[in-house]
């Protein structure tokens, strides 16, 4: 069974830009490994959390999937190929490179590649952000979420629902159809959209401790309007309060925080809208803009809200010792 996103690899063209946004932007600890040939991007106490590789071709996003061991792993090829997957073990370098201690991959509906592993390394030396920041919520929920965008989204929901036991969180059908899917607490860690653009990576959301951080991160935005995707915004489902970037790669970046955790009671909701408030998103036309905006003001006037549920202890609360109440 799938317990998180434990890390993602990001292939691009843009590998300096990547170094820049994540060091200064996101304050991510960037390692440089093999002379630039490859750079680990740390969140937390594990070795990485993003594998950024340099290439000439089109820039990627892979999920790396993570099980709990070797036995896991073994009945996640099974049931893999039960559905029809071919599996593929991953090379001696490619498991080194992600610090795991197996990994292997397959090809999705959409043609991405897709990884599961087990076994990711810790570092062995506490964060060292790029800057000061209360660090990233990441654990049992793994590194956030990914956003999809998907031209054979019955056959991405089944392979992610059927064979990997993803659980629906909620769907709607208001700006385009969405789906979203967890498999631990994190309200969801995959989404897959029906946005139009056919088989893409709409985003990645990383979960900041502190929502200061998130402040800071707009603020350094807004010296670059251009690179704001989605403006400040509060989502309807998990409550994530967040702005989303344009990366490097063109695909989006989400900031957030305070995302709200599930159970096993959850309710499955046909969703009245994607957020609460805010969330211009500059990469939709302009008459969905305009309903997504209509569909703000009936919210509003509804006067739907939701609480805020507060994350977890922050770096400096770690290095002390003291916990949440
Ligand atoms: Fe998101």
Same mark, same amino acid.
């Given at each position: 069974?799938?317990?998180?996103?434990?890390?993602?690899?990001?292939?691009?063209?843009?590998?300096?830009?990547?170094?820049?946004?994540?060091?200064?932007?996101?304050?991510? #600890?960037?390692?440089?490994?093999?002379?630039?040939?490859?750079?680990?991007?740390? &969140?937390? =106490?594990? $070795?990485?959390?993003?594998?950024?590789?340099? *290439?000439?071709g089109?820039?990627?996003? *892979?999920?790396?999937?993570e099980?709990?061991?070797?036995?896991?792993?073994a #009945?996640?090829?099974?049931?893999?190929?039960?559905? %029809?997957?071919?599996?593929?073990?991953?090379?001696?370098?490619?498991?080194?490179?992600?610090?795991?201690?197996?990994?292997?991959?397959?090809?999705?509906?959409?043609?991405?590649?897709?990884?599961?592993?087990?076994?990711?390394?810790?570092?062995?030396?506490?964060?060292?952000?790029?800057?000061?920041?209360? %660090?990233?919520?990441? %654990?049992e929920?793994? $590194?956030?979420?990914?956003?999809?965008?998907?031209? #054979?989204?019955?056959?991405?929901s089944? !392979?992610?629902?059927?064979?990997?036991?993803?659980?629906?969180?909620?769907?709607?059908?208001?700006?385009?159809? $969405?789906?979203?899917?967890?498999?631990?607490?994190?309200? +969801? *860690?995959?989404?897959?959209?029906?946005?139009?653009?056919?088989?893409?990576?709409?985003?990645?959301?990383?979960?900041?401790?502190?929502?200061?951080?998130?402040?800071?991160?707009?603020?350094?935005?807004?010296?670059?309007?251009?690179?704001?995707?989605?403006?400040?915004?509060?989502?309807?489902?998990?409550?994530?309060?967040?702005?989303?970037?344009?990366?490097?790669?063109?695909? &989006? @970046?989400?900031?957030?925080?305070? /995302?709200?955790?599930?159970?096993?009671?959850? #309710?499955?909701?046909? !969703?009245?809208?994607?957020?609460?408030w /805010? +969330?211009?998103?500059?990469?939709?036309?302009?008459?969905?803009?305009?309903?997504?905006?209509?569909i703000?003001?009936?919210?509003?006037?509804?006067? @739907?809200?939701?609480? $805020?549920?507060?994350?977890?202890?922050?770096?400096?609360?770690?290095?002390?010792?003291?916990? =949440?109440?």
């Amino acid at each position: 069974m799938i317990k998180a996103l434990a890390y993602v690899v990001i292939s691009t063209p843009k590998l300096t830009e990547w170094c820049a946004i994540g060091t200064s932007l996101i304050g991510l #600890q960037v390692d440089v490994l093999n002379q630039g040939a490859a750079v680990r991007m740390r &969140m937390d =106490d594990k $070795i990485q959390r993003l594998l950024v590789l340099p *290439t000439d071709g089109n820039p990627k996003l *892979t999920m790396g999937f993570e099980v709990e061991n070797e036995a896991a792993l073994a #009945q996640t090829t099974v049931d893999l190929n039960r559905a %029809g997957y071919s599996v593929f073990s991953g090379t001696a370098d490619e498991i080194a490179l992600r610090g795991v201690a197996n990994m292997f991959y397959f090809i999705d509906p959409d043609g991405a590649r897709v990884e599961v592993a087990w076994g990711l390394k810790d570092a062995g030396s506490a964060l060292q952000p790029g800057r000061p920041i209360g %660090g990233f919520r990441t %654990g049992e929920l793994g $590194i956030g979420h990914v956003a999809l965008g998907t031209a #054979q989204h019955s056959e991405m929901s089944a !392979l992610y629902k059927d064979t990997l036991h993803f659980k629906t969180s909620d769907y709607g059908n208001t700006l385009f159809p $969405i789906e979203f899917l967890h498999v631990n607490p994190r309200h +969801h *860690t995959l989404g897959l959209a029906n946005t139009g653009r056919g088989a893409a990576v709409h985003h990645l959301m990383l979960e900041y401790n502190d929502w200061d951080d998130v402040g800071r991160a707009y603020d350094m935005a807004l010296e670059k309007p251009e690179s704001i995707a989605v403006s400040l915004g509060r989502h309807i489902n998990d409550h994530v309060t967040s702005f989303y970037l344009y990366t490097p790669d063109g695909w &989006m @970046l989400e900031l957030g925080w305070a /995302g709200r955790l599930i159970d096993d009671d959850w #309710q499955v909701e046909d !969703l009245a809208g994607l957020s609460l408030w /805010g +969330h211009d998103r500059s990469w939709l036309p302009q008459d969905k803009r305009d309903e997504a905006k209509k569909i703000l003001k009936m919210l509003s006037a509804r006067g @739907l809200r939701a609480p $805020i549920a507060l994350p977890t202890e922050t770096l400096e609360k770690k290095a002390s010792g003291i916990k =949440d109440e």
